[in-house]
């Protein structure tokens, strides 16, 4: 996030885009409410009628996977009418020139046929979002899970930079972080092309500095992110994998090649704190401690370093995940250091990454609400809101977005687009929350939301168990027929071992990223 | 834009801004004034008239929680009759209340304002009443506790549920002796748009919203720590709350003071039974040649992992490896499972969960 939570109710104008703020993020949401208690507009941009569609000023439901064409519409929306921020471009900007002739074709009437959402509409989202001083624009895995997600986000920040709402306190480009430390662990370096601290593996000078830090020389090529991974082990090319903390089978899309790679390798360890789907294929399980068991940092989405603290002892032999690491680092022959505690691992790392190296454990302890990134050094309160007097890097560059279709579109043998997402009561894989009475008696098993058009001519009726199929796998749960969606379009949760959603998935990637295209695949569904 | 100028508490010059009211002014200045319905992410009620103040000029003592500042107003938040009047109100409260043997309001476990202010300031001994107010005895909701017989109807949580969590959920019910805080036709939290966050337990000042799982373990028994939230990206602080050595409540700090404004979701507050969960991981495991997993030591599992995994770089390169990381360890543990990848084994095959 450019800006940070607290500034959220202080917005005049919010724009929410693929983000089912109430259920993924809802202390986030009790902000966006607040502001919208005290007078903010609220554009929430969304294939289905979410909470917040009904707090909401305007809702553009789209159809999914239409990202590119409703943004590109506005910013045209935008230019013709002469609403951009001309000295912000001027000053902190470059590459608009390109960008503004490109976004010619994208009519707001062109963008109804393509999208679904009104012209009108878009050209009164696009005209609020760039009169409005404090707007900001809020989105989510909506946004990223596409073969498309980095364009989405360019379009998104072309939207910020031509109205020159950056820099401003509740103005801004806010991604909000799907766990707990989603941040934290791309900030550590746990990305195949990235050091700690965003220093990149391809650079033979930051190489050099790791390589003098840890006293070993290091591989230069940068390495395979994880939906590569997925399928160079189904490939048979990866054939040895550590796996702590995540269970691929209910995380990752196309489950059924990510269970055939499993497989197929020579050796699998798990680290975690219960079996899951993924710990069948393992060699060896190594029983690690919970968050209230351990110490150490979490990043949170607008770059708050914050404590976990040990309250309690682990089960019996498990131990927290840094030892484990560590003994597993040792035992392979390389000196990890002895560390005495979380805290010099802390150490260790922020005298490598420049944003954190005012952060320290000791200073957390004094610092309640947490401090926030960058933070040089010692004496500094760290930052607030991103890009006060100007972009962090000089300019901030416009990037030309042009629109592409989903990887896999609807066609007559599967004619409905499925998207999928997470509820309120359980939280991803759900190993920790399907363990929780609250959110068994709220949400105990899977559904397939759809609209009553959709059920009507499949004859199926609410409450059926239907089979849901895709080109990849097919599962069965339960029809949830909901004026929340659009018709043509289904919605799934992905939190159930017993009902997969990621069977069904697509996992074509993201060009830049990787991630996976969770919210768009074509299915059918019968009775 | 907002003005500012002085008033005068209890004969004190203190500046203040127009559109504060006498409690934020006071709250500035160190002068404690007690409140029972007030709530400072909340509009001001006025409700309970526990921090009525006197205001020169004024006839009736004003509360200081919904009572704007106006430029030289004279304020006097301790007098005999603010004395007086504290003392039958407490009464009043104390007349239709579950009392314990000391006479004042009984304890669950929960922190109870009004036992504490009641107790302080004593409360005039009144003939007691039957309260006609009815609980929801049948609410088969797992968290979310309501007794009756100890709520004031400060409408803390019912103002909460309106305007914070904005699923008005809960309201106040019935009429005159026999209002309650209720749901439509009664019904269970369950079947309400109740999404279960536990708001209404941490705003109520008397213990009559409570929870259910931790119901009963006295506040002073339990050892408070500290920690961040392990589920969304938001960072809520919590405050993990340990009886005999397990985590038996979830709370959030008071408002104001971190990122989450003293408020928590469902999962944030309830969803902590897997820390104590029997299925929990507690040995080492090795796949034996049966196929099944038995329990093994640290060290043969240990060195186990590391023969498995040198043995695939010895027979395929360092690239045939895969080292998955997880954005729901630290900070900490990233930074060792990615130099664990690159500078023990030599790969950067090394990506965090939450990449795809």
């Known amino acids: ?527 | 834009m907002s003005d500012r100028f002085t008033i005068t508490l209890d004969g004190r010059n203190c500046p203040a801004t127009s559109g504060e009211t006498v409690l934020d002014v006071a709250g500035r200045e160190g002068v404690s004034i007690p409140t029972l319905c007030h709530d400072p992410r909340l509009d001001p009620a006025g409700a309970c008239r526990t921090c009525l103040v006197e205001v020169a000029g004024e006839r009736r003592m004003q509360p200081a929680c919904a009572f704007r500042v106006r430029p030289g107003m004279e304020v006097t938040t301790g007098s005999e009759r603010i004395a007086r009047h504290r003392k039958v109100l407490y009464g009043l409260y104390l007349a239709d209340h579950r009392l314990d043997g000391s006479g004042l309001p009984s304890e669950n476990g929960s922190v109870n304002r009004l036992r504490e202010q009641a107790a302080r300031s004593g409360a005039l001994v009144l003939p007691p009443v039957n309260a006609p107010r009815s609980g929801r005895p049948g609410d088969s909701n797992p968290y979310i506790r309501f007794d009756p017989d100890l709520c004031i109807l400060c409408a803390r949580c019912t103002r909460y549920c309106d305007e914070v969590e904005a699923v008005s959920a809960i309201t106040l019910t019935e009429r005159g002796a026999a209002t309650t805080i209720g749901t439509i036709g009664d019904s269970g939290l369950l079947d309400t748009s109740c999404e279960l966050c536990g708001g209404c337990i941490d705003t109520c000042p008397t213990g009559a919203m409570t929870e259910k799982k931790s119901y009963g373990i006295r506040h002073e028994e339990m050892e408070q720590v500290r920690s961040t939230c392990n589920f969304c990206g938001v960072g809520c602080q919590v405050d993990l709350k340990v009886h005999n050595g397990r985590v038996v409540k979830v709370a959030s700090p008071p408002p104001g003071e971190t990122v989450n404004d003293g408020n928590l979701c469902v999962k944030g507050r309830f969803a902590y039974d897997f820390i104590h969960h029997e299925e929990r991981l507690r040995y080492p495991m090795i796949r034996g040649r049966d196929g099944e997993l038995h329990r093994a030591s640290w060290d043969e599992a240990i060195r186990k992992t590391t023969e498995g995994l040198l043995a695939v770089k010895e027979k395929h390169g360092a690239d045939a490896l895969g080292f998955v990381s997880s954005s729901r360890c630290t900070g900490e543990e990233n930074y060792l499972m990615q130099k664990l990848s690159r500078a023990a084994f030599g790969t950067n095959n090394c990506h965090q969960c939450a990449a795809t």
């Open chain 1, 1 to 527: 996030m450019t800006n940070s939570i607290p500034e959220i109710r202080d917005a005049d104008l919010l724009f929410v885009i693929g983000s089912n703020t109430t259920e993924a993020h809802p202390i986030i949401a009790m902000e966006m409410k607040r502001a919208v208690r005290n007078g903010a507009r609220l554009i929430v941009a969304d294939p289905r009628k979410i909470w917040m569609a009904d707090i909401a000023h305007s809702h553009l439901q789209l159809k999914p996977g239409t990202d590119v064409w409703l943004l590109n519409a506005m910013a045209h929306v935008i230019v013709t009418e002469g609403l951009t921020d001309d000295a912000f471009i001027e000053k902190h900007t470059e590459g608009f020139e390109a960008v503004r002739k490109g976004l010619s074709a994208y009519t707001p009437e062109g963008a109804e046929t393509v999208t679904g959402v009104p012209a009108e509409a878009i050209r009164q989202a696009a005209r609020d979002y760039a009169n409005t001083p404090r707007a900001g624009i809020y989105y989510t895995l909506g946004i990223t899970e596409h073969t498309h997600g980095t364009d989405n986000v360019y379009a998104l920040a072309n939207l910020v930079l031509m109205t020159g709402h950056l820099g401003v306190r509740s103005a801004g480009m806010n991604p909000l972080r799907g766990q707990n430390n989603v941040q934290g662990a791309n900030d550590s370096g746990a990305t195949p092309i990235f050091y700690p601290g965003y220093q990149r593996v391809g650079d033979p000078e930051v190489r050099l500095k790791f390589e003098a830090a840890w006293s070993v020389s290091l591989p230069p090529e940068p390495g395979l992110n994880l939906n590569v991974m997925m399928k160079a082990m189904a490939r048979g090319e990866i054939r040895g994998m550590y796996v702590m903390g995540e269970d691929l089978v209910i995380s990752e899309p196309n489950a059924s090649q990510v269970e055939a790679g499993l497989n197929n390798l020579d050796f699998l360890v798990c680290q975690d704190i219960f079996l899951n789907e993924t710990t069948r294929y393992a060699d060896v399980i190594l029983p690690a401690a919970c968050f209230a068991e351990k110490d150490g940092v979490f990043t949170n989405s607008d770059r708050r370093v914050q404590r976990v603290r040990k309250a309690v002892e682990p089960p019996d032999e498990a131990r927290a995940d840094w030892e484990i690491l560590c003994d597993v680092a040792r035992t392979a022959g390389y000196p990890m250091p002895q560390y005495e505690s979380a805290s010099r691992i802390y150490d260790e790392m922020a005298a490598l990454v420049p944003a954190y190296a005012g952060i320290s454990h000791a200073r957390l302890e004094e610092n309640v609400a947490g401090l926030q990134w960058p933070c040089p050094e010692p004496g500094h309160p760290g930052t607030e809101t991103l890009h006060l007097g100007g972009p962090l890097i000089g300019r901030a560059g416009f990037q030309v977005v042009e629109y592409r279709e989903s990887d896999e579109l609807p066609d007559d043998d599967f004619p409905l687009v499925l998207s999928t997402g997470r509820v309120l009561y359980h939280y991803n894989a759900a190993t920790q929350t399907v363990r929780e009475p609250g959110s068994m008696a709220k949400a105990g098993r899977n559904f397939i939301e759809m609209h009553r058009r959709d059920a009507r001519r499949l004859m199926i009726s609410d409450g059926q168990m239907v089979t849901v199929s895709s080109r990849r796998g097919e599962v069965q749960a339960e029809a949830l027929i909901s004026p929340r969606m659009r018709p043509g379009c289904v919605w799934m949760p992905m939190h159930f071992a017993d009902s997969r959603a990621n069977l069904l998935t697509n996992d074509a990637g993201d060009a830049v990223t990787g991630t996976g295209e969770y919210k768009v695949c074509a299915v059918s569904i019968r009775a």
